[in-house]
């Protein structure tokens, strides 16, 4: 079985591409439960602009599919990380 040639910028932008994916997946699902609608419709609207890249570029070639994996894993954890940091500072400021 023959591998996919893959080159290097198209699989940076699918990983990077795809972590800024998820976490705006994260931001959207925050707004959501917050019940922020023009955050959550901006969120959402902004997930799939840049899905879009991901897609195209992986279904057009299989191999780029471990490149969304690893972005969405890094933009999930990293946006968990930065809500971790922004929830409890804005509680304190507000007193809630």
Known sequence: MDLPSIDPLVALGVASSTAVTDAVY?????AVSARRRVAAASWSSLWYLL???????????????????????????????ALEYVVPRREKLHGD
């Not at 994260?26 to 925050?30: G, I, K, P």
């Not at 899905?51 to 191999?63: C, D």
């Not at 780029?64 to 990380?81: D, E, K, N």
């Open 26 to 30: 994260v931001f959207f699902n925050a």
């Open 51 to 81: 899905s879009a890249f991901a897609v195209i570029s992986y279904t057009s070639n299989w191999a780029y599919v471990l490149f969304a994996a690893i972005g969405a894993w890094i933009g999930g954890f990293l946006s968990i990380t």
